[in-house]
Each structure stands twice: as structure tokens, then as C-alpha cells.
């Protein structure tokens, strides 16, 4: 694609940069500290360290507060700024196992290992506008959780939060154990495709579709999920979610010299696996698949979305171009972009399409004064209609 | 004190820390879009003893690149300069026809033609290279044209004659090497592979137009 790029109107240009700015700074309001980005708007800054690639809190936080709340301009932010960053160790590939949960629901089953840990969930709170007075709600909250504070062992808030290690089995490795699953892990283990290096197309390998995913715009992923539930035979399939959980993952790296592992600190995450009811004709249709979400921050919708896409992208062969979908338009700074640059000047293109339309009906017109001339305009029957050349290629 | 020791130690003040390397990126990025001028270095903590030619890896070079550093004459310092870019980037050491980063100590005309260029269809696997000079008034005159020269103009650089030849016998954009001359002065100017290098030699034969 060939865009030109726009030139002059520089003054205005620098004018409306100041513009954003300087209203960005002053405005008539209190100023937005980061701590309440971070603590208050917990979903929107975990949405935008996911969808910009970087577990940074504080950074997140500014670049939404500099994004002014828009939160794809946010991730843009956040994704540019991490390109400028150095690499400087290799992680010490994270164990989902170790992940400390905050909230843990296994909604095909209810008997399962471990607990089930609904957490700090919007799932269950009733969809009404708080109107109430919040002063005296605040008060009341600050006293419940100072009550709690001295006795923590009666509080169902607090009982509802982290659990401990060891941590719990998961309802795949029942299904393991039953022989209820199909068994797709691999031995070989190839170095995951790191996607900020390499451009991704169709045919590239699971690591790569994974992390699209997982860095893919939510509102993207859950429309092309809500497009493609389907199985082989396309009808809408019921998918079942065996684990969704959102907690604390540690990251470990090599020390340098002496080898060990150190622990650098914890990033949360969502992680979600969806068991897929097999029944395609090629299909192992005793048993069930699984399809795996991963994503940063505390994103249920992505990570059930993504999980299904996986497992729907397994099981359609890349038959019809779930996957070009999945690899090529969910990125929203992709997309984005793409759409935003049509506000730039597009002068040159949109007159040279101008002229491209004028051209045709100057060639239009001569020919129809060359027909005229040479051919008396015939009675028209459908079968000349069918033999009928082409205005443009009418030759005389 | 012990060579390895001496290269943690030096590595310690050579680490661009927070936003020390996107400061030297921009002036690095500012000297590509301006051609043949010299533009000030910012002022970092680095060690005098080392060259500034390293500030090109220690910017840009990551765990995930690799560099090779090039000295004919001081083998003491080239060991001591690769050991303190890898100490502080992370960065590999590699073969110069295949590292992503070359810095050359000593103008030797050699190199050009043993690193890599990259390929028509990948011409961003050309080699980014920094070569260290005394002084950019010195060398051979060489007209210089091309993107951001509004004007062509005769300038040194600190290269001789040979080594500038051979750099313009690789740069057949869009494959080439881009260049970033490092002067004793605390001064930077840029050679891009799409900047056309007439040895003056050459020039005076040909005319400058």
C-alpha cells in the first residue's frame, strides 16, 4: 500500500498537539493520581498492560491517564514504549501450576481438587447503578475491613480472597487420569515464537497464535470468539470451561553467575482451559480436548475467548480462515491504526481516483460517439444482449 | 585487578540506564537523517577510557542481538570493549558477517567488506556499524549526497581513503551498511547506506554535481 504522506499544515498540526496537551494537564479537576488507576480501575489497567504487552502497573496507569482513558491509544502507548526497552535476561519458563490464586471456579464440575474460589468476581453482583450514598458506604466498608483485620478467620470477604499452596489439581488432570481426554502434549518443546520479532502469518506454529491472543484487543477476540463457536459441523457448540482462575504467577530468572533460579517478583494473570466436546467425524469422539487462555492481568472474557479460539482453531484444520482472522485482525493497534490513518490528508490518492473516474468517462463518451458512428444502435434482444461487447472494448 | 573484574567494573559506568539510551537513540536516529554533520553526544557517565564507538551497541543491543567488536592493533582493548558491551547489554558475540552489531576501533578498511549487508528481500539485516576516528577533520575528502543532504558537500570524516571505498562498494541500497563515525571529541555524524560517498579522488574525475 502506497500512502502519501502529508505535508504542510505543520503550524496546525503543532498547534493541536499543544492543544491536547495543554488541556490534558490543566483541566478544571482534580488531577488523576496513578494509585487510583491502579487500585480503582483495576480492570481497565490490567486490559491495557495485556493488550500492550508489558506487566508494568505504574506505567499503565500513565499511559491511560496520558491516553486520556482511551484505552487501545493506552496499550499504543505502552506497546511503543516497550519496544524502546532492552532485553536483559530470559525468564525462567513459568510452571501455570505455581500460580497463587485469588479466584478459582471450575464451572463443569462441582466435586473438584481444591477449591472452588469465586473471589473478587463481578459474576454474581447484581447489575444495578449504586445511587446510594457512597460517603456512608465507604465508612461502613473501611469499619468491615478493619473488623476484619482483627479477626480474619470469621470473614467470608476475606475467606473468599488468595489461597495457599499447594495448589490445586486440575480438573484436566482428572480427566487425564479418567482417560476422558485427548492427549496433545508434546515432548519436543520448541522455543516459543517471540511475535514482537517475528511477523506472524497462518501456518505459523501454537506458541505464535497464543500470544496474539494473549495480546490480542479484548473487544476483537470476543467478537471473533462469539463468530466462531462453532465445530466441524458448523452448528453453535456448548463450550464448558474446566478452570478459570486469576491469580499471582511467579517469575523466575537464571542468575547469571551462579545459575539458580531468583525470584523477581509475581505478575497476575488469568488463565483458562475449555474443554471442547469432541464429535467430528475424524475426531477421538470418546474423549474430550481442551483449549488454553493466558492472559495478563485479571481478563476473564479474553482468556475464555482465547481458550476457545484455541481449541476451535485446533480442530478446524485452518479450513476457514479462523486463523488468518485470529493472527491478522485482532491486534488493536493493528486494526486501529489502520482505521485512524484515514483521517490523515489523502489528497493526492483521493484526486488521482478523481481522475481515474474522469478518465473513464472521457473513454466512456468517445466510444459511445465511435458507436454511434459506426454501429446505428441496434434493437436489442436478449441474446444480443448476451454477445453484447463491453462499452470499453468496443473497437471501431 | 584482573581483566574480567576490570570489564564489570568499566560495564558498571558503560550501562545506559533509564532513559540514557533512548537519549543516545534519538541522537543516533537525528545524525541518520543528516548525513556527513556531526552532532553532539549527550553526557553519560562512561568511563573515558572507553571509546565511544560502544555507545552504538550499548544503545541499541539487547539479550536478543549480537555484536562483534573489531581492533587490529590493541587486542587488550578490544577484548576489554566486547567484554564490557556483553557485560552490559547481554549481548552475543558473534562473527562479523553475522552480528547484528559491528564496531570497528580502528578504521581498518577490511571490514566493510566482511560484514553482513542484508538482502534485497531483507535489507534490514544490514549491519549497523560504529567506527571510532581521532578527529573528523582528518581523513580523506569525500563529496557526500543523497536523502537529507540538501546539498551535496565535501567533508572528512576521519576514514581514509580505503576504508571509504570499500564502504561505498557495499552500499548498493536497499542493502548496505549504516555507519556512525565516533570522533575523541564527544561527536557522532552518520554514513546511512542510502548516502552516496564520492572519494574525492574520484570526484575530481568525475565532477561533483
Redesign the interface.
Known amino acids: 500500500m502506497g500512502y502519501v504522506a502529508a505535508r504542510g499544515g505543520t503550524e496546525a498540526i503543532a498547534a493541536a498537539e499543544e492543544l491536547v496537551r495543554r488541556s490534558r494537564l490543566n483541566a478544571d479537576a482534580s488531577w488523576l493520581e496513578l494509585d487510583q488507576l491502579t487500585e480503582r480501575l483495576r480492570y481497565l489497567n490490567d486490559r491495557v498492560m495485556g493488550e500492550g504487552g508489558l506487566w508494568a502497573p505504574q506505567l499503565a496507569a500513565r499511559a491511560i491517564r496520558q491516553a486520556e482513558g482511551d484505552v487501545i491509544e493506552a496499550a499504543h502507548l505502552l506497546r511503543a514504549h516497550r519496544s524502546t526497552l532492552p532485553r536483559l535476561c530470559e525468564l525462567i519458563p513459568a510452571d501455570a501450576d505455581e500460580l497463587r490464586p485469588l479466584r478459582r471456579i471450575v464451572p463443569a464440575f462441582r466435586e473438584v481438587p481444591g477449591p472452588q474460589l469465586l473471589g473478587r468476581t463481578l459474576d454474581y453482583t447484581g447489575r444495578l447503578l449504586d445511587l446510594g450514598d457512597e460517603d456512608q458506604a465507604r465508612a461502613a466498608a473501611a469499619a468491615a475491613t478493619a473488623a476484619a483485620a482483627r479477626h480474619p478467620e470469621d470473614d467470608p470477604a476475606e475467606n473468599a480472597g488468595a489461597t495457599e499452596p499447594p495448589f490445586p489439581e486440575r480438573l484436566l488432570d482428572v480427566l487425564r487420569r479418567t482417560d476422558l481426554a485427548v492427549d496433545r502434549r508434546r515432548d519436543d518443546d520448541p522455543e516459543p515464537t517471540d511475535i514482537s520479532q517475528v511477523a506472524v502469518r497462518p501456518g505459523i506454529g501454537r506458541s505464535a497464535v497464543l500470544s496474539v491472543m494473549a495480546r490480542a484487543e479484548t473487544g476483537a477476540l470476543v467478537n471473533l470468539w462469539y463468530r466462531n463457536i462453532l465445530g466441524p459441523d458448523n452448528h453453535l457448540h456448548e463450550v464448558t470451561l474446566g478452570e478459570v482462575r486469576h491469580g499471582e504467577l511467579p517469575i523466575r530468572v537464571r542468575h547469571p553467575r551462579t545459575g539458580n533460579p531468583v525470584l523477581l517478583g509475581h505478575l497476575r494473570a488469568t488463565e483458562v482451559e475449555a474443554i471442547e466436546d469432541l464429535d467430528g467425524a475424524d475426531e477421538d469422539r470418546t474423549r474430550f480436548d481442551v483449549g488454553y487462555g493466558l492472559v495478563a492481568g485479571h481478563n476473564e472474557r479474553k482468556a475464555i475467548a482465547m481458550a476457545n479460539l484455541d481449541i476451535a482453531l485446533h480442530r478446524d484444520h485452518s479450513d476457514s480462515g479462523l486463523e488468518q482472522s485470529v493472527l491478522m485482525t485482532t491486534d488493536g493497534l493493528d486494526a486501529s491504526g489502520f482505521l485512524e490513518h484515514l483521517k490523515l490528508p489523502h489528497y493526492v490518492t483521493f484526486r488521482s481516483m478523481i481522475e481515474r473516474k474522469q478518465a473513464m468517462r472521457t473513454d466512456r463518451a468517445r466510444n459511445e460517439r465511435k458507436g454511434r458512428r459506426h454501429h446505428p444502435a441496434p434493437v436489442v434482444t436478449p441474446a444480443a444482449e448476451q454477445a453484447a461487447v463491453p462499452a470499453g472494448e468496443v473497437t471501431p | 585487578m584482573s581483566a574480567a573484574i576490570d570489564a564489570i567494573r568499566l560495564a558498571s559506568t558503560a550501562r545506559l540506564q533509564g532513559s540514557a539510551?533512548?537519549v543516545v537513540?534519538r541522537v543516533l536516529l537525528e545524525a541518520l537523517a543528516r548525513p556527513g554533520r556531526p552532532l553532539e553526544l549527550p553526557e553519560l557517565a562512561m568511563d573515558p577510557r572507553l571509546p565511544n564507538a560502544l555507545l552504538l551497541p550499548l544503545a541499541l543491543?539487547?539479550?536478543?542481538t549480537s555484536f562483534w567488536v573489531h581492533g587490529l592493533y590493541d587486542e587488550r582493548e578490544r577484548k576489554l570493549a566486547a567484554d564490557v558491551v556483553r557485560e552490559a547489554?547481554?549481548a552475543r558475540l558473534a562473527a562479523p558477517n553475522v552480528a547484528t552489531f559491528v564496531v570497528c576501533l580502528d578504521g581498518d578498511p577490511s571490514v566493510p567488506s566482511r560484514v553482513r549487508i542484508g538482502s534485497e528481500l531483507a535489507p534490514e539485516a544490514g549491519v549497523k556499524m560504529a567506527v571510532q576516528v581521532e578527529n573528523f577533520a582528518t581523513g580523506a575528502p569525500i563529496s557526500i549526497t543523497g536523502p537529507g543532504i540538501a546539498e551535496a558537500f565535501i567533508t572528512t570524516v576521519g576514514l581514509d581513503r580505503a576504508f571509504l571505498k570499500a564502504l561505498r562498494n557495499r552500499n548498493q541500497p536497499p542493502v548496505g551498511i549504516d555507519t556512525w563515525v565516533f570522533d575523541r571529541h564527544h561527536r557522532v555524524l552518520a554514513l546511512p547506506r542510502s548516502t552516496r560517498i564520492g572519494v574525492v579522488d574520484d570526484v575530481a574525475r568525475e565532477g561533483v554535481n
Open positions: 539510551s533512548t537513540f543491543a539487547d539479550l536478543g547489554t547481554g
